[in-house]
């Protein structure tokens, strides 16, 4: 009997790994590849497969570059190297309009890849709006946002829910990201599946850390806020539940992800909040009052980061990784100053549950401005400790500098690098941007 259930779990483990149903379903929104035709083989007839998902690291002089297993892993040569949408009634590969739909657009992943820098190939796209919607789904996954998000939260809403929430973002891409280098599976192969994003694509995929994220954001949110705010729980978790699906789906729509890694990727995530759940208060407390704590969160990120880059060769998932961790250190080293220094302004248990403020002109462009000038703090403080901090790493190393890019592909740059500059960042919104407003009387 178990012989027979771990027989069938594995069968279905391996038809939800499928990248055919990746395809599928990408075709059912309207995205269509426009794969090269591959030369016929003359004793064979038949064509030969491109299975440019399949990679495989190597590591040179201590970098390490991707290679690909089988042909055509930077995509059609002939294709025009401009990203994202380009156009209406697309011309497919056999110079036809693709389908005759006036609403089709031929269009190119908006990012190169983070570290071969390839541009991916060129794909049709039947359906704007969904093209839209799930290109915002995947966003919500990336750095970009949670920049504008936490600071936001932090700032005009919940600073208690803001700090909590990133200790669970920090350690939930932790063990996303050292899972992946663990497991070691590669993306959906494509053909047959369509590279809509490639952003991401020479890393591992097991399971998906945007579904992890887009999992635990949402519902550790739910989880802090509810009866801490006054809201129907109906409309919390619904809100919840539908961040979460937009990012899971979306990472199968950009060809990123299989089925089962997501699916994966969104258990993994709730198992992990479920772990948190009863002990962030007791985190959040230490972080505050304990004499210890600078100390504790300094080593232990600072370990875990290096635990996550020795599990494999060097990519940007790393840095990923190490600019998490980094957040969540400077983060909770604020906490701890704030504490010490009677700067904390959590609202007392006594005036719980809290309830939204009518939203009058002057609170709406209150809460922008501090928006505006907050985020426009964190960019000069990450930028300035950019220009800094990567120069004085490669003289240390004795590595030349002038071209950024090749510098970072060093682990003993990158590491220090992404450590640094978000561990200052973290510390800047969560102490330093909040006394800004206080001088400014925007507090």
């Not at 011309?91 to 190119?108: E, H, I, M, N």
């Not at 796209?125 to 789904?137: A, Q, R, S, V």
């Not at 990201?177 to 047959?192: C, E, G």
Request: hydrophobic share 45%.
């Amino acid at each position: 009997m178990a012989n027979d259930f771990v027989k069938t779990f594995v069968q279905m483990c391996n038809y939800l790994q499928d990248p055919r149903h990746v395809a599928r379903f990408q075709n059912f929104c309207g995205v269509k590849g426009t794969f090269p035709v591959k030369p016929t083989k003359p004793d064979s007839g038949q064509s030969e497969p491109d299975f440019q998902g399949l990679r495989k690291r190597a590591q040179h002089g201590g970098q390490i570059s991707d290679v690909s297993v089988g042909n055509g892993a930077t995509g059609d040569a002939t294709a025009p190297q401009v990203n994202g949408m380009q156009g209406d009634n697309a011309v497919g590969p056999d110079g036809a309009t693709a389908g005759g739909d006036v609403d089709s657009a031929r269009a190119k992943p908006l990012r190169k890849n983070s570290l071969t820098g390839d541009v991916g190939q060129e794909f049709l796209i039947h359906n704007k709006f969904l093209f839209y919607l799930f290109t915002f789904g995947t966003e919500l996954g990336n750095e970009m946002f949670f920049i504008v998000f936490f600071p936001f939260l932090f700032w005009n809403i919940d600073a208690l829910v803001s700090r909590r929430l990133i200790v669970v973002w920090a350690w939930n891409l932790f063990v996303g990201q050292s899972t992946k280098d663990m497991v070691r599976w590669s993306r959906p192969a494509s053909p047959p599946v369509v590279k809509v994003e490639v952003f991401y694509n020479s890393e591992y995929s097991m399971p998906s850390t945007h579904a992890m994220t887009g999992t635990a954001i949402p519902f550790c949110l739910f989880m802090l806020t509810y009866g801490r705010w006054q809201y129907p729980f109906l409309f919390g978790f619904s809100v919840a539940l539908s961040w979460s699906v937009l990012v899971c789906v979306s990472r199968v729509y950009m060809g990123m992800h299989s089925i089962l890694e997501v699916i994966t990727g969104f258990l993994y995530s709730l198992l992990i909040l479920a772990f948190f759940q009863p002990i962030l208060d007791k985190i959040d407390s230490f972080y505050m009052m304990d004499h210890y704590a600078p100390l504790v969160i300094i080593v232990s990120h600072v370990s875990l980061g290096l635990v996550a880059f020795s599990l494999d060769s060097w990519s940007t998932s790393r840095g990923d990784t190490a600019q998490a961790l980094g957040t969540g250190a400077g983060a909770a080293l604020a906490t701890h100053v704030n504490y010490q220094l009677g700067l904390l302004a959590d609202p007392p248990l006594s005036s719980l549950p809290l309830t939204l403020p009518p939203m009058t002109t002057s609170l709406v462009f209150l809460a922008l401005l501090r928006f505006l000038i907050g985020v426009a703090a964190l960019l000069v403080t990450r930028m300035v400790m950019k220009a800094v901090t990567i120069p004085f790493l490669c003289r240390l190393f004795e590595l030349p500098s002038d071209d950024v890019r090749q510098a970072r592909q060093h682990m003993k740059v990158e590491l220090p690098y992404r450590y640094i500059v978000y561990s200052v960042v973290g510390f800047s919104c969560v102490c330093v941007v909040p006394l800004l407003f206080r001088i400014l009387n925007l507090a």
